[in-house]
């Protein structure tokens, strides 16, 4: 009997969903660049596909609706965009306003390292023009009415598709970093929300992985805090770690009270002090009024493909 609910107690299902499936090694690429861009800096940004080693098709670092969703706009976009030195430069009647079904009308103003999808009461309002680099930054508008229900996909991009690095400081596989931050305002112009940790942030793409040993997962906590984040010559044979996006995590019913909290970064950590996408904006996103903080999930590094929530009451 005893063995009987021991064998009853390790095969719950809710151990298994907490469980990641991986891949080892590259993923093949299926689109040779999502943007054309030859600006200062900029990355390739390639997507890939790679079989799991459930069988499923994995596509990374991101499935993006970059090329059917409204492109942001821009407030810094060296990549064939606008690129105000300062935010009095910026005149709102320019941006268009996206419907996203309601009356009132709010300003988001976003930066992402590297790319991000805003959903907005369950509508897509608007994606990030640069996919990869060069580091840029945008202003979104849109209706809705209240609560507003804020979803956002956020992608550390990479080169070395499926291993979650990139080529730099003179490593080939160099797992880059992640983070984001926003803040939003309504018709009048004051603050009304900014991205700090009171936001839900889970991870869904974890690479690269040198020892599947390293994760910890408890419950819905994807802790990969004691996985490596060297970067080496040849990382081609390492692991990445999926987790299956819920098909309705983006809308206002979805409920994601299991989800961590998100995790707060200084500038400092992410490294925005000589990006001009970030630093022609801080009287937005460093506010002192209402200082945005840069978050992400706990592993800024190796988790690429993360989703965040709020509601604005
Ligand atoms: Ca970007
Ligand atoms: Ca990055
Ligand atoms: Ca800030
Ligand atoms: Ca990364």
Redesign the pocket.
């Known amino acids: 009997m005893r063995y009987f609910l021991f064998a009853i107690l390790i095969a719950t299902p809710a151990a298994a969903q907490d469980a990641p499936v991986f891949s080892t090694g590259p993923a093949e690429t299926i689109n040779p660049g999502l943007v054309t861009c030859s600006g200062n800096g900029s990355r390739i940004s390639a997507v890939g596909q790679v079989v799991d080693e459930a069988g499923v098709l994995r596509t990374v670092p991101a499935e993006v609706y970059f090329d059917s969703a409204p492109l942001a706009y821009d407030l810094y976009n060296e990549c064939g965009g606008q690129t105000l030195q300062s935010s009095t430069e910026l005149n709102l009647e320019n941006v268009p306003v996206m419907d996203a079904g309601g009356e009132e009308t709010f300003t988001a103003y976003i930066f992402a390292d590297n790319y991000f999808e805003l959903y907005v009461n369950g509508t897509l309002v608007a994606v990030d023009p640069v996919v990869f680099t060069p580091f840029n930054s945008n202003v979104v508008r849109f209706r809705a009415d209240r609560p507003v229900s804020v979803a956002i996909m956020g992608v550390?991009w990479?080169e070395n598709l499926g291993l979650?690095?990139e080529d730099n400081r003179g490593r080939a596989y160099h797992?880059?970093?992640?983070g984001f931050v926003a803040q939003f305002q309504d018709e009048s112009g004051a603050t009304i929300a900014i991205t700090d940790e009171t936001w839900r942030a889970q991870t869904f793409y974890t690479?690269p992985i040198a020892d599947r040993a390293c994760l910890v997962l408890q419950g819905p906590v994807r802790d990969s805090s004691a996985c490596s984040t060297e970067g080496v010559d040849d990382g081609s044979g390492y692991s990445a770690a999926y987790w299956d996006i819920p098909s309705d995590w983006m809308l206002s019913t979805f409920d994601d009270s299991d989800w961590p909290a998100a995790v707060t970064f200084t500038n400092d950590i992410v490294g925005v002090d000589n990006k001009r996408a970030f630093t022609n904006f801080i009287d937005l996103f460093d506010a002192p009024d209402a200082d945005a903080q840069f978050i992400w999930t706990s592993n800024?590094?190796?988790?690429?493909l993360i989703l965040m929530r709020t509601t604005i009451e």
């Not at 797992?175 to 992640?178: H, I, K, L, M, T």
């Open positions: 550390d990479e979650g690095s797992p880059g970093d992640g690479a800024l590094v190796l988790d690429n």
